[in-house]
């Protein structure tokens, strides 16, 4: 097998981590500082009215204990909660040389595999396997702990409860349809044949017509089971890995 990965980084995701990691703690920052002015005993002494305070000099002292105890504590868990999205974030990224494909890394090489392939409509495809059959998306399933399917429709587990979650199978089999059309561009004078499958530990979703279920060890077998394209010769073949291997530049 064969493994081509983008030349540059994910820039505007590394961005988008970056600034949020910066906010989450610029904010638990402000929140632990203002409740250690509020609380000081100098500070907090000369704002609070002293003796018997009238009706206005009341509301004015409950104003300062409800920014007192409010605003350290909503900056603090806003911080907060944005490093626990920025933590999630960084373990759902995929690690280089994992996924579903790592069961093809000792085939031969007549694979060849496209990692992160970003189309022209700015989707991104996770996992391009191409060969003589064609070309095959290949899409990991969520955990099974974190997600549920309810009357045909998945969802994901959050510290918010569930989530609406797009199904697996038609993210990948409408990502093979984009991969179908991308390939057969105007310049083409052929058409390649695009399969989909996604792959889990313990699948509990059954197949579809144009999306096939497959745990990591049913992989390879279904990769070899895919009937060669006649159509796709050699030439066709290089051409064909010639357009995925540009958009990865």
Known sequence: ????????????????????????????????????????????????????????????????????????AGCVLFGTSRLARVAAAVRRRPASGRGPLAALAATSDDLVVARRLRLPDERIVADLVVGRFGVAVVRELPPASVT????????????????PLEDPLDRASRDAERVRRWLGHDDADFVVKVYAAVVGRAPTVARTPACAVLTPDQLEAWIRGLPAQRTLTESRRQQTLDVVREALS
Do not use: K, N
């Not at 632990?32 to 003796?51: C, E, K, M, Q, V």
């Open 148 to 163: 549920r399917v309810r009357d045909g429709r998945w969802e994901l587990r959050t510290g918010r409860g569930w989530i």
């Open 1 to 72: 097998m064969v493994l081509i990965s983008p030349h540059r980084t994910d820039g505007a995701a590394l961005g988008l981590l970056a600034g949020r990691t910066f906010i989450g703690t610029v904010f638990v920052a402000i929140g632990l500082s203002l409740a250690y002015i509020a609380f000081a005993p100098p500070l907090l002494h000369r704002l609070l009215p002293s003796g018997r305070p009238d009706a206005g000099q009341t509301l004015i002292g409950m104003a300062i204990w409800a920014l007192a105890l409010v605003g350290p």
